[in-house]
C-alpha cells in the first residue's frame, strides 16, 4: 500500500460534474489499496471572481494595503472546493473529510498573498488515513505564527500538495491539471510541440522559472530539495482507465542521472510574456549601488529576474532589471520615492511591453555553441535581444514581446524538438 498525493486544477475542479469525476478517479486509486491525500485548487475562475469584489469595493488602493483581508478571502476559495470533493467522495461510498490549511496546521511566515511554507505538522492527516479514510486538504494557504490566515500566490495549490507529499514522504505526488504532461513548449505556439515521457527536476525548475505554466516553480523546488516522485498528468482521461496506464502516464519528473532520461541537447522552450523591464539611469559607478537599488526591491517582497549593468561612461553607468508585470508600478513608485533621492540618479524609466523566452536542457553542459545558435537564429529573423540571462543548463533573452511566438516557432524549429531523441 503507497501513500499517493493528489493535486487538482482549478479546470480539474470547475464543475460538479468535474468534482465528482475527480472524486471517482480518486475513489479507484483508494480503493486499489493506496491512502490518499487530495489537495484541490479553488473552481476555476472562483479567486479571479472574489479579488474583483475586493477591486470593487477598494479601487484605488493597492492590494498590498489589504494584504491580510485578501488572504481571508482567497482562502475560501479552495475550502469550498475541499468540502465539495469530500461530499462527492462520501456520495462514492468512501470516508472521507476536509481540512483548510490552517486546520492541518501548514505554517508559513507572514508575507501576505505572497507567504511561504516554513513547516507541516501531519499527525492529524496521519490519524484519518490510519482510520482508514481519504484526506483532503485545501491547497494554496497556511497559518502564520501569529494565527492570520495566508495565501502562498498563484500556482500555491502545486507548493502545498508538492510540501504535503514532502512532509509525508510520500510515494508520489500526481499533479492533475488540463494538459497530459510537460511539452517542449506551448502547443498553441507551436503545433508541433512533443510531449516529453521525463524531464529532470533541473530542467523543469528551469522551464518554470522561465514561465512555463505547467508547474509552479517553488512547487518543483520542494520536489528537488526533498526528493519527492513528481508527475504531471491529465484529468480529462477517463475516470475509470486503468489505474497502472495512468501511472505511468504524462511526464515524470525525476532525476538527470536516470538512465532513461532523454538525451536531448534541447529539452523545451519556455517563455513568459509577464514582464516588464525596468532601468535606473545615470546611476554612480560605486561599489554597493547594485545592493542599494535591488535590496529596496527585495524588501518589498518582489522578485528581480534578469539583471543587467551597462559599462561606465565619466563614473555612470544604467542599471536595468526584470519584475513581472504586476509588480511593475510599485517597483517604479518604490525607485522614484525612496531610492532615487538617495542615488543621485537621473531618472527611472520602464518598459512593459517585453517578453522573456528561453532555451532549457541539461544537454547544455555538454554541448558548445548552443547559446550562438540561439543568437543567430534571433537575428535572422530580425528580433533584437535587449537583455540576456544564462545558467549551466538555460539561456534566456529579453526581447520585444511583439516578437515572442515568433522567436518560439523559430527556436523550437531550429533545435528540432519536435523530433524525438534517439
Known sequence: MALIVHKYGGTSMGSTERIRNVAKRVAKWARAGHQMVVVPSAMSGETN????????????????????????????GEQASS?????????EGLESVSYAGWQVPIRTDSAYTKARIASIDDTRVRVELVAGKVVIVTGFQGLDELGNITTLGRGGSDTSAVAVAAAMKADECLIYTD??????TDPRVVPEARRLHTVSFEEMLEMASMGSKVLQIRSVEF???????????????PWDIDINIEAA??????????????????????????????????????????????????DANIDVDVIIQNISRDGKTDFSF???????????DLLKDKVLPSLGAQEVVGDTKICKVSIVGI????????????????SEEGINIQMISTSEIKTSVVIDEKYMELAVRALHKAFELEQVPV
Open 249 to 298: 502516464s504524462g511526464t515524470l519528473i525525476t532525476f538527470e542521472e536516470d538512465q532513461h532520461m532523454e538525451q536531448a541537447i534541447i529539452s523545451g522552450i519556455a517563455f513568459s510574456r509577464e514582464e516588464a523591464k525596468i532601468s535606473v539611469l545615470g546611476v554612480p559607478d560605486k561599489p554597493g549601488i547594485a545592493y542599494q537599488i535591488l535590496g529596496a526591491v527585495a
Open 83 to 91: 468540502a465539495l470533493l469530500a461530499i462527492a467522495l462520501q456520495a
Open 179 to 184: 494538459v497530459d504532461g510537460v511539452y517542449t
Open 322 to 332: 526584470t519584475v513581472n508585470r504586476t509588480d511593475y508600478a510599485k517597483t517604479v
Open 49 to 76: 471572481r472574489l479579488l474583483a469584489l475586493a477591486k470593487e469595493l477598494a479601487p484605488s488602493k493597492t492590494t498590498d494595503a489589504y494584504g491580510r483581508e485578501l488572504d481571508m478571502l482567497a482562502a475560501t
Open 223 to 237: 520536489a528537488g530539495k526533498y526528493k519527492v516522485k513528481l508527475r504531471v498528468l491529465s484529468s480529462f482521461t
Open 363 to 378: 544537454g547544455m553542459r555538454s554541448h558548445v555553441g548552443v547559446a550562438s545558435k540561439m543568437f543567430r537564429v534571433l
